[in-house]
């Protein structure tokens, strides 16, 4: 069965530190990961998929399948950035999402 | 385009109760995607759903769950007999097509007392 792990519940940085969120997986197969953000008082969105490779609001992510880890980072925080991040995993070709417990980030001043 | 839309926002209801919950997809898009998370959870997948047809229900419980997404109108997520397990957050997803980009709702928070 395909799962998600995020082990940090909380974690906070101050502003223009690095932050890494952790992200790992488990699928047998090839599948598609995702970060999805929560912001305060809105609702969840994409925040970027690893196949388009890009970085999106100072944030990247490599897949790593040797270590089935997909984790987010940004080399300078803002505070701005203080929210709820999901890591999701969905099967290759399939629709459905698996998604972690989540992460808070607080970036502190 | 107003995104998706989910009403109520909060919901109360007492054990034995029923409690409906709605989803209306973004402009353009015929599938519709039911997730749950419970406190301290990540979101859970529940069931997919396109126009009249259920495609995929591997995660609703077997039993007083149920979901439909008419020709007309939006999605209903439909809890009969609700227990206080059931008490979580339920998040309605659209999109345009099955691998396209899901937006979410904003949620209805269910509370069963």
């Known amino acids: 069965a395909q799962r998600v792990t995020q082990p940090e519940k909380l974690l906070s940085v101050f502003k223009g530190a690095p932050v890494e969120l952790k992200c790992n997986y488990s699928y047998s197969g090839s599948p598609e990961l995702f970060w999805y953000v929560q912001y305060s008082r809105q609702r969840l969105q994409l925040l970027l998929r690893h196949i388009s490779r890009e970085s999106i609001k100072g944030f990247t992510a490599d897949l790593n399948k040797g270590e089935t880890s997909f984790h987010l980072k940004k080399p300078f925080a803002q505070e701005e950035d203080s929210a709820m991040y999901y890591c999701a995993l969905k099967e290759g070709g399939g629709q459905n999402f698996v998604f972690g417990p989540g992460t808070r980030l607080s970036v502190l001043p | 385009n107003a995104g998706v839309m989910q009403n109520p926002r909060h919901l109360v209801r007492r054990r034995g109760q029923e409690a409906r919950l709605r989803c209306s997809p973004m402009?353009?898009?015929?599938?519709v995607y039911w997730y749950r998370q419970l406190p301290e959870e990540g979101l859970k997948f529940m069931v997919y759903?396109?126009?009249?047809?259920?495609?995929?229900e591997s995660g609703m419980p077997k039993e007083r769950f149920s979901a439909e997404f008419p020709k007309e109108g939006p999605s209903i997520l439909r809890i009969q007999q609700v227990v206080r397990g059931d008490s979580a957050a339920y998040f309605c997803a659209s999109s345009q097509g099955p691998q396209e980009t899901q937006y979410f709702g904003p949620g209805t928070r269910l509370l069963v007392l």
């Open positions: 402009k353009g898009h015929s599938h």
């Open positions: 759903l396109q126009k009249e047809n259920i495609i995929d």
